[in-house]
């Protein structure tokens, strides 16, 4: 086995993609289409991400998303054919070194706490655990939303993505979002949308989401990204945007799924979800490599 390293710049997107799906396998399957949606939305640096080669053939990747010093493993995979083999722990050193190189002082991943063997691997790789992560899943019905959550005075309206700037910035008291929950992604998801609500006092509450339809096993869902509440703004008020926006997407909520990942455990927004009804589905870690 010979292993070489090159730069993802030198696939096109069909061949990252091939790349990407042989190595996940399991008959998963990564599109191109996809993979410049993600590349853009988390500032994927195709230039600093590297393919390991055996030979001439692909066998493992690690794509690095970079804004300025920091940097995030976006996705990191080895061909099945050549696990178990240290590749891995080659790869992961190979990629940091070269971003230290580039000038990235940190990279930080998440992984799902029940990954034993990929913790272990980033540990190998001088990653350490530095705070968790919960992912919160919920229907409608079981949030029992209706439109009584929608006091009659309260107006809640669409508005532009370019909204949630000012509510981010009145958020920076609270834990630092994961990579793809920050605002240059938030500005930069395709299919984000905005709602804002205004209460007898004025602006009172700003969600950003996605609204994803009902596709194989999975059901109409809305994804949350991003809430914003003025003080003393809370609990009401966010069954009223998440009441709206599956109205808005899928005319009811009773059946809608609402998801939200990567939110970090000590939150304001982890509690108030929890106060929601809202269950904990899973728990991830955020692992960060500190350069020398």
């Known amino acids: 086995m010979r292993i070489t390293y090159q730069s993802a710049l030198h696939l096109s997107l069909p061949e990252l993609a091939e790349l990407h799906t042989a190595a996940y396998g399991g008959g998963w399957v990564s ?37 300025r010093a920091h940097s995030w493993l976006y996705d990191f995979a080895i061909a099945h054919s050549h696990r178990g083999k240290g590749l891995g722990t080659r790869l992961l050193q190979t990629v940091s070194r070269e971003a230290a190189k580039a000038g990235i002082r940190d990279v930080e991943l998440d992984v799902w706490e029940k990954r034993d063997d990929a913790i272990r691997l980033y540990g190998r790789a001088g990653f350490q655990h530095v705070r968790t992560y919960l992912m919160f899943q919920a229907t409608g019905q079981q949030l029992r939303l209706n439109d009584s959550d929608l006091p009659a005075e309260w ?128 728990r991830a870690f955020d692992m960060r490599l500190r350069m020398a």
Not at 155 to 163: M, Y
Not at 176 to 184: F, T, V
Request: glycine fraction near 8%.
């Open 155 to 282: 107006q809640i309206t669409p508005d532009l993505v370019e909204t949630v700037i000012p509510w981010y910035a009145a958020a920076e008291g609270e834990p630092e979002p994961a990579w793809d929950r920050r605002l240059p992604s938030l500005l930069t998801y395709g299919d984000a949308q905005v709602m804002v609500l205004v209460d007898a006092e004025g602006m009172a509450a700003c969600l950003h989401y996605a609204a994803r339809p009902a596709a194989g096993t999975d059901p109409n869902r809305i994804r949350p990204m991003f809430v914003g509440l003025r003080q003393g703004a809370g609990l009401l008020h966010l069954r009223a945007l998440f009441y709206a926006a599956a109205r808005n997407a899928f005319g009811q909520a009773a059946s809608t799924t609402f998801r939200i990942a990567l939110e970090p455990e000590n939150s304001s927004l982890a509690k108030l979800l929890q106060d929601l009804g809202m269950s904990v589905a899973a």
């Open 31 to 67: 599109k191109p289409d996809k993979l410049a949606d993600i590349f853009r939305t988390q500032n994927v640096d195709l230039k600093l991400s590297l393919i390991a080669y055996d030979g001439r053939r692909p066998v493992g990747l690690a794509l690095l998303g970079r804004r």
